[in-house]
């Protein structure tokens, strides 16, 4: 049972458009979320990350939404540059458990 | 710059044979280290919790005769996956805490092929 989701293998998007990727998750314990960004043959790379006590936090060209109702979150890139391909792995973090839940991953394709 | 090291990148190995990833945090002392792994196109599966001084905590459905970790000091830990088979090739990534409400950091991951 995937307690994290990320429904889209893939996504590609034109550079200089917005970038949206998704993640739904079940365990309602969990409180604090993160998004990583991974290149092949390489460990994961934190990106940005939120806590369930706020519905945005913003970092430069990225910003992720957090709603909990859905028990849904966003991380949105803008504008999306060609250095920004790569899998992104939703993460969550709660429940008293101290090592993340993560998604399959998404992978993005940024298109010149 | 990397905050965990993890070595080696990539090994390849016989079947039977046992074999050691060492991952270290680096200007930070970490009590407690992640093993994740992943298969291709699978997202990171939590392996075991890595406690400094005592014994790791294995997630369910992971053996822990197989896959060996010692947490021997605050900067280190492995994992041995011992009399490994070929449905042991993974990528193995390591993780552990940095300071207090930072995120976890990653090591670069071992690519294990056995043959």
């Known amino acids: 049972d995937q307690q994290v989701k990320q429904n889209s293998p893939s996504l590609s998007v034109q550079e200089g458009r917005i970038s949206i990727l998704n993640c739904d998750y079940t365990?309602?314990?969990?409180?604090?979320f993160l998004w990583y960004k991974k290149y092949p043959a390489e460990g994961p790379t934190f990106l940005i990350s939120?806590?369930?006590?706020?519905d945005k936090n913003e970092d430069g060209r990225f910003t992720v939404f957090l709603n909990k109702s859905a028990k849904h979150l966003s991380l949105h890139i803008v504008p999306s540059q060609p250095g920004d391909s790569a899998v992104y792995f939703c993460a969550a973090q709660g429940g008293g458990a101290d090592g993340l839940t993560f998604g399959k991953g998404t992978h993005l394709i940024i298109q010149p | 710059g990397a905050v965990v090291s993890q070595h080696p990148s990539w090994v390849i190995c016989k079947s039977g044979t046992s074999v050691k990833i060492e991952c270290r945090s680096l200007?930070?002392?970490?009590?407690?280290m992640f093993w994740y792994r992943q298969f291709p196109k699978q997202s990171l599966m939590l392996m075991a919790t890595?406690?400094?001084?005592?014994?790791?905590?294995?997630e369910q459905g992971v053996e822990k005769d197989k896959f060996l970790i010692n947490h021997a000091s605050l900067t280190l830990s492995t994992l041995t996956v011992t009399s490994a088979h070929p449905e042991d090739s993974s990528f193995y990534i390591c993780?552990?805490?940095?300071?207090?409400?930072?995120?976890?950091?990653f090591g670069n991951g071992t690519r294990l092929t056995v043959t």
């Open positions: 939120i806590s369930s006590i706020k």
């Open positions: 993780s552990a805490p940095g300071h207090l409400n930072s995120p976890l950091h």
């Open positions: 200007d930070f002392q970490a009590t407690t």
């Open positions: 890595s406690n400094e001084g005592s014994k790791a905590t294995y």
């Open positions: 365990n309602s314990m969990f409180d604090y």
